[in-house]
Structure formats: structure tokens, C-alpha cells
């Protein structure tokens, strides 16, 4: 799989919520990013940075509010009729964070994996229950689950059961929205090795959003950082992590637990202080000025682009 080849080009992609009384929430904000064919792309950040967000408009589940978007080569139009949303599907799919609340649970494991291609008129009679069986064996489940409902299962099933039914319609990208963190310890590099054997099996392209820095690391090619709706750092997954570029992606490194407990005892914590901004209607200038142990005056009134400091490496930094 050529890695070189771009299947996703975003440029100053903007995404609004209208909260009323002219409020906005910026939940994503001037993003640029490229998503290259084969590869997958970890996303980082804390809670409500517009990760979720962002992958929800890269699978058209919500319209962009400005910006442009390339898919393969194509223009994505801001707003999708119902029949350009159901033919975007077969290319983008998403996997969600909780199996259980994204699994229908009045529908049999076979309605689930089958009702995608059922909406697109594939898998018709007998050939519907031959490709229910291949799903199944493909995820690592068996036959005598396909009648089953989804309470029957346990959480790293239901998940592999999610998958089945995000990639039956063979898409090209697929968006894994915290896919192991709802899930035990011991499953999670189960999954993770699952969605490994195909990516490499199918070809796909992977957006994977994670908190686990640790993870992501291991299983994404490049890493994208956003903080508040902003990228603020790309690059080299290994790159990024033994050696980052932004102070805020330094202090998400730092938080990152140590896997020796004597380690992690023992090491110094630094907590971020300061006010965290708000991103309904924010001001210019960096929005990690105020927790940012290098932030000036400048940074507070100018907001920094993203740019090419070091080969593959971006960052938005005015001093980095």
C-alpha cells in the first residue's frame, strides 16, 4: 500500500455549533490535515477537543461549516443530499467508543452486520448469510452468534461485532473513535490486533482517536495532536513521542502513566495550571496560552498557523 498517495485532504476545515444568541462553538477550528492511503493517522487530545467532532465530519455524519475536503482525489460537497450521504457510506464508516449503546438491541447480530449492505441492495438471499458467516469469522466470533442479541455478548464481542458491521461495506476509511476504551485491559490489544490484521487484509485507512498516547503510539504511523478544536502538532508517531515540539503536547506525554509502578511512583507530576479557554467564540491568539509555561504576550493576541518546522514534523507554536 502506497503511504505516499493522500486519500483525505482537509484544508482550514471549520466546524460551528449554533448555540443561540449569536453564540458559536468552535469544535473544530482551521484544521489542515492529510490522511494518506494504507496508513493510520492517531488523533490525540483531552476531552471535548473536537476529536469526535472531526471524525464525524470526515464520515459526513455531520456537514462542515466551512473549508474545503478532498476525498481520493474528489471534491466532498459541505452538504450532502440524503443520496450523496448514502453513497458517501460505502466509503467511510465509523467505529464508535461504546459497542453497546452503538448496537441496536432489538436486532440479531446477522441484521447488524448485514444491514448496511442491505440498504445498498448487496447480499441478497442465500448470499446474505454466507457473508453474515464470513464476517463473523473474520472478527473472531462464530456461526451460532449470528441469531444472538447483543446483551448475549461481552464487551470486546460487541466491539468486534461493531467492527463487522462498519466494514461490511468494504469502505476505504474508517474513523476508530476511542474503539478500545470502553473496554477491559486484557481485550484491548486483542481488538487493536484485530483492526491490524485488517487494515493489512482489506487496505484500509485508519483516522484512530485515542486517549492512551501509549496506543496510539503503537499502532498509528503519524500522530495529529488538537487541542480546543486546533491542530497544534503532526508528525512521526515515534517522533512526536520521544521528542514534542508544542508544550501542550509535551504535558499530554508527561501525563502518560509509566508501565512500571515503582517508575511512576517515584517520577515528578507536573499539573497544568492556568484558566482553560473557552472555544465558544474565541478570541485570536494561541488557545493554550493560558496554561502554557511559554507563553508571551504575543501569544495571547496572535494566533500561531501550523507550520513545517522540521521534516514531517508541524507544529503551531510561535517559539517552537
Not at 487530545?45 to 455524519?61: A, P
Not at 454466507?130 to 466470533?141: F, K, P, S
Given at each position: 500500500m502506497n503511504q505516499t498517495q493522500p486519500l483525505i485532504e482537509i484544508k482550514n476545515l471549520c466546524k460551528y455549533f449554533d448555540l443561540g444568541r449569536g453564540a458559536k462553538l468552535h469544535a473544530v477550528d482551521d484544521v489542515t490535515l492529510t490522511i494518506y492511503k494504507g496508513e493510520t493517522l492517531g488523533l490525540v487530545g483531552e476531552s471535548g477537543c473536537g476529536k469526535s467532532t472531526l471524525g464525524r465530519v470526515l464520515v459526513r455524519m455531520y456537514d462542515q461549516t466551512s473549508g474545503s475536503y478532498q476525498?481520493?482525489?474528489?471534491?466532498?460537497?459541505?452538504?450532502?443530499?440524503?443520496?450523496?450521504?448514502?453513497?458517501?457510506?460505502?466509503?467511510a464508516q465509523m467505529i464508535f467508543q461504546d459497542p453497546y449503546q452503538s448496537l441496536n438491541p432489538r436486532m440479531t447480530v446477522g441484521d447488524i452486520i448485514s444491514e448496511g449492505p442491505a440498504i445498498h441492495g448487496e447480499w441478497q438471499g442465500n448470499n446474505r448469510k454466507e457473508e453474515i458467516m464470513r464476517w463473523l469469522n473474520r472478527v473472531g466470533l462464530v456461526p451460532e452468534h449470528a441469531m444472538r442479541f447483543p446483551h448475549e455478548f461481552s464487551g470486546g464481542q460487541r466491539q468486534r461485532i461493531g467492527i463487522a458491521r462498519s466494514l461490511a461495506l468494504n469502505p476505504r476509511f474508517v474513523v476508530?473513535?476511542?474503539?478500545i476504551s470502553a473496554l477491559d485491559v486484557s481485550v484491548q490489544a486483542q481488538v487493536v490486533t484485530l483492526l491490524q490484521d485488517l487494515q493489512r487484509e482489506l487496505g484500509l485507512t485508519y483516522l484512530f482517536i485515542a486517549h492512551s498516547l501509549s496506543?496510539?503510539?503503537?499502532i498509528s504511523t503519524r500522530m495529529a495532536v488538537m487541542y480546543l478544536g486546533k491542530m497544534v502538532?503532526?508528525?512521526?508517531?515515534?517522533?512526536?513521542?520521544?521528542?514534542?515540539?508544542?508544550?501542550?503536547?509535551?504535558a499530554l506525554i508527561a501525563a502518560n502513566p509509566f508501565p512500571d509502578p515503582k517508575l511512576e511512583r517515584n517520577r515528578e507530576h507536573k499539573l497544568l495550571g492556568g484558566e482553560i479557554t473557552s472555544p465558544v467564540n474565541p478570541k485570536p491568539g494561541c488557545r493554550f496560552a493560558n496554561r502554557c509555561?511559554?507563553?508571551?504576550?504575543k501569544c495571547r493576541i496572535e494566533t500561531p498557523v501550523l507550520k513545517e518546522s522540521k521534516p514531517g514534523r508541524f507544529v503551531a507554536c510561535h517559539y517552537r
Amino acid at each position: 500500500m502506497n503511504q505516499t498517495q493522500p486519500l483525505i485532504e482537509i484544508k482550514n476545515l471549520c466546524k460551528y455549533f449554533d448555540l443561540g444568541r449569536g453564540a458559536k462553538l468552535h469544535a473544530v477550528d482551521d484544521v489542515t490535515l492529510t490522511i494518506y492511503k494504507g496508513e493510520t493517522l492517531g488523533l490525540v487530545g483531552e476531552s471535548g477537543c473536537g476529536k469526535s467532532t472531526l471524525g464525524r465530519v470526515l464520515v459526513r455524519m455531520y456537514d462542515q461549516t466551512s473549508g474545503s475536503y478532498q476525498f481520493n482525489g474528489e471534491q466532498v460537497p459541505a452538504h450532502l443530499s440524503f443520496a450523496q450521504r448514502k453513497s458517501f457510506s460505502r466509503q467511510a464508516q465509523m467505529i464508535f467508543q461504546d459497542p453497546y449503546q452503538s448496537l441496536n438491541p432489538r436486532m440479531t447480530v446477522g441484521d447488524i452486520i448485514s444491514e448496511g449492505p442491505a440498504i445498498h441492495g448487496e447480499w441478497q438471499g442465500n448470499n446474505r448469510k454466507e457473508e453474515i458467516m464470513r464476517w463473523l469469522n473474520r472478527v473472531g466470533l462464530v456461526p451460532e452468534h449470528a441469531m444472538r442479541f447483543p446483551h448475549e455478548f461481552s464487551g470486546g464481542q460487541r466491539q468486534r461485532i461493531g467492527i463487522a458491521r462498519s466494514l461490511a461495506l468494504n469502505p476505504r476509511f474508517v474513523v476508530c473513535d476511542e474503539p478500545i476504551s470502553a473496554l477491559d485491559v486484557s481485550v484491548q490489544a486483542q481488538v487493536v490486533t484485530l483492526l491490524q490484521d485488517l487494515q493489512r487484509e482489506l487496505g484500509l485507512t485508519y483516522l484512530f482517536i485515542a486517549h492512551s498516547l501509549s496506543m496510539v503510539r503503537y499502532i498509528s504511523t503519524r500522530m495529529a495532536v488538537m487541542y480546543l478544536g486546533k491542530m497544534v502538532e503532526i508528525g512521526p508517531s515515534e517522533e512526536l513521542y520521544s521528542s514534542p515540539l508544542h508544550p501542550y503536547s509535551e504535558a499530554l506525554i508527561a501525563a502518560n502513566p509509566f508501565p512500571d509502578p515503582k517508575l511512576e511512583r517515584n517520577r515528578e507530576h507536573k499539573l497544568l495550571g492556568g484558566e482553560i479557554t473557552s472555544p465558544v467564540n474565541p478570541k485570536p491568539g494561541c488557545r493554550f496560552a493560558n496554561r502554557c509555561p511559554i507563553a508571551t504576550d504575543k501569544c495571547r493576541i496572535e494566533t500561531p498557523v501550523l507550520k513545517e518546522s522540521k521534516p514531517g514534523r508541524f507544529v503551531a507554536c510561535h517559539y517552537r
